[in-house]
């Protein structure tokens, strides 16, 4: 199958990469679980909720979105037509009392497109102790409008995003996220991903690189980096 | 003021001519506007030259029409430093799947080289 591709993709595939579920334990000693999200509610809950913790000046190219109903738009055909992985603590109250931020973003694997917390505060402590709280997110999805991507994922160019809060950047745990993702990405079949990041937000360029993706595009104001996965 | 509009000949541009022409006729504006030669938009410039004069007369609204020959940004900045255009309008951003907003090498030109005010509508 010979597809036309909108865009250039380094010659050399890259991988392999883990796949989820994991474990992880980040460089500050908290046990993460990564893993691939169902697309019941209580997942769309609980990524709306990390979404809506996102301080508005750490919004990346207009993601995501700020307002509670404008993340839910926007995040619902993510979850129901893409590839999607996110981490949470294995101890679900651990989240909260990680409420001292990190000043420091700007560490190779604070990586991620946006994502301060400043706003970290009770109500990420939910009462309910049962309910998953995600602390980050990486999604891929498909350059079409049709259904059905899955069924043919080859045959597809896979935009990738993701998004760490503030309190776990700098751990390593955006490295992590992403490579499960590209692992995820490869054992469904996906070969081709891109991503646009703005030029001036190097901890994410360096993240991005070091995976293994290389810059393809860099004549607007966000650079345009692909990977090309090698097929399981 | 003076307004000059440039327009590329997409589905954006044809946004940022309606929302032009409403701010114009609100505030009492001339409005010129500019089809630029944008090489891969969905558009000629003849095309868009007539769908520019068909949305001006709708909206009853009176402006000259110049279709700018050359490299778009350039061609755009150029006319409105020569002819001292008060505020320079154009049309521009694009959204990828994941609903990233990108903004194009014309804008990014005219926002840089413009000596005036710029508004970018998307």
Known sequence: ???????????????????????????????????????????????????????????????????????????????????????????????????????????????????????????????????????????????????????????????????????????????????????????????????????????????YESTGFESVGTERFDIEMSIQLDPA | MNVLLGLGGTDESIQALEATIDRASAVGDELVVAILDKADAPRSPAEMRSETAATLEAAGFDADIRELEGDPGPALVELAEREGFDHVVIGGGTETPMGKIRLGPITEFVLLNASMPVTLIR
Request: cysteine-free; glycine content about 8%; overall charge negative.
């Open chain 1, 1 to 207: 199958m010979n597809v036309e591709r909108s865009r250039r993709y380094p010659d050399e595939p890259a991988g392999p990469f883990p796949t989820p579920p994991a474990t992880h334990t980040d460089a500050e000693g908290r046990d993460l679980a990564i893993e691939r999200v169902a697309t019941d509610g209580a997942v769309h809950d609980s990524l709306t909720r990390m979404y809506d913790r996102f301080n508005p000046a750490d919004r990346a190219q207009g993601i995501p979105p700020t307002g509670e109903a404008q993340i839910r738009d926007w995040l619902d055909p993510l979850i129901d037509t893409g590839v999607n992985v996110a981490v949470r603590p294995l101890e679900p109250t651990a989240s909260a009392t990680a409420g001292q931020t990190t000043p420091d973003a700007s560490t190779p694997d604070a990586a991620t497109d946006a994502d301060r917390n400043d706003d970290a505060d009770a109500d990420a402590t939910s009462a309910d102790t049962g309910s998953i709280e995600y602390v980050g997110h990486a999604v891929l999805v498909p350059d079409t409008d049709e259904s059905g991507a899955l069924d043919d994922p080859g045959r597809y160019e896979w935009e990738l995003a993701i998004f760490v809060l503030q309190e776990y950047q700098g751990a390593g745990v955006g490295t992590a996220l992403l490579e499960h993702l590209l692992g995820e990405a490869t054992a469904v079949g996906i070969e081709h991903v891109w991503l646009t990041v703005e030029r001036w937000n190097s901890p994410a360029i360096s993240l």
